[in-house]
């Protein structure tokens, strides 16, 4: 399993930016489908975006389409979340996932980071 470390959450104010990162240690993370997903104090965790093994396609919650964007970095490991426009109800931990190309569940998690939004 890959090992995923998250970085980059924090406190914004409504209509501002964060750029999560999630650095990926392992030999699964070129053939894996990354995903991230948050949740909220009370809720269940939820999907947010996907980006394919080789960054060819990407897909996003309703919630989040048009103002967050999901990219990959091969050379280093990495799968990034650019969030703007950013709303209180975006207020979560936000986690990364992998999902192996042989694998039909995500099955690898990061710790989450927390990001706040105030109004």
């Known amino acids: 399993q890959a090992q995923l470390v998250e970085s980059g959450g924090g406190l914004v104010q409504a209509g501002g930016s964060l750029r999560l990162s999630c650095a990926a240690s392992?030999?699964?993370?070129?053939?894996?489908?990354m995903g991230w997903f948050h949740q909220a104090p009370g809720k269940e965790r939820e999907f947010v975006a996907a980006?394919?093994?080789?960054?060819?396609?990407?897909s996003y919650a309703d919630s989040v389409k048009g103002r967050f964007t999901v990219s990959r970095d091969g050379a280093k490991n990495t799968v990034y979340l650019q969030m703007n426009s950013l709303k209180p109800e975006d207020t979560a931990v936000y986690y990364c996932?992998?999902?192996?190309?042989?694998?039909?569940?995500?099955?690898?998690w990061g710790q989450g980071t927390q990001v706040t939004v105030s109004s």
């Open positions: 392992g030999r699964t993370f070129r053939r894996s489908t």
């Open positions: 996932a992998a999902r192996p190309n042989y694998q039909a569940e995500f099955n690898s």
């Open positions: 980006i394919s093994w080789n960054g060819g396609t990407t």
